[in-house]
């Protein structure tokens, strides 16, 4: 079963820049941070992805698209460590998926 993300899980754009999570639950945590539920707020700050034209493109936000299928918090889906999720522009322009890299290893969902 894939790890439960939290605010201090480490997740990227596709090129490299961090994102940070806001999350709106804080009542339930897990290894000390709060959950990450579907709804929450995702933003990226330094992507440096340019168009083949040269114009800037970078990632802004991540929306997620699937989440825990059974485990909900206030009523949302958990993201996991295997949620999908697309990382994109101040345009709404697809830019690819993030990459979830370090997240709590205790609490677990499907």
Known sequence: MPALLTQA???????GAVVT???????VVASGSPVLVMTDTNTIAGCAFTLPS?????C??????VAAAR????GQPVLLQSSVGLCTAATQA???PPIVGATQPRVQGI
């Open 9 to 15: 899980s480490q997740v990227q754009c596709p090129h």
């Open 71 to 74: 485990v909900k918090v206030m």
């Open 94 to 96: 697809p830019q690819g």
């Open 54 to 58: 040269t114009t800037p493109s970078p």
């Open 60 to 65: 802004v936000t991540v929306r997620w698209t």
């Open 21 to 27: 999570h806001v999350p709106s639950n804080t009542r």
